[in-house]
C-alpha cells in the first residue's frame, strides 16, 4: 500500500525500534511507497511513512533492496554533500561516505 510521507520533525527524530518479523508488511508498503515516488526519490525509511521502526528499503543498482534493523559497521571516505527528503522541505548538507559495510 503506497503510504503517505510523514512530515512531522518530531516523529521523524525519535529513535526507531528493532523491527521484528512481524514487520514484514512494513516492508512491502516502503517497496510500494518507494516505487511511487521513484522518480524524485532513491531510498525511505520506515519512519517516513509513520512506522517507527528500523527498516529501510533504497534503490541497489536497479534493484530494490530492504534491510532490517541495518546498522553501519566499518566506514571510510567522508565527504559533504548536499541532498533532500521527501519528508522535509528543501535541500541540507550531509556528511556521506564513500564506503561503508553494513549489517542487518
Partial sequence: MIRDIM???DFLSQKAEPSTP???PVAQDLLDTLTAHK???VGIAANMIG??????IFDNGGKYMVMFNPEIIKKSGPYEAEE???SLTGTRKAR???????RY
Fill in 84 to 86: 533532500g527528503c521527501l
Fill in 51 to 56: 512506522v517507527n521502526k528500523r527498516i529501510i
Fill in 7 to 9: 512530515k512531522d520533525e
Fill in 39 to 41: 522518480d524524485g526519490c
Fill in 96 to 102: 556521506r561516505w564513500q564506503s561503508i559495510k553494513v
Fill in 22 to 24: 512481524d514487520d514484514l
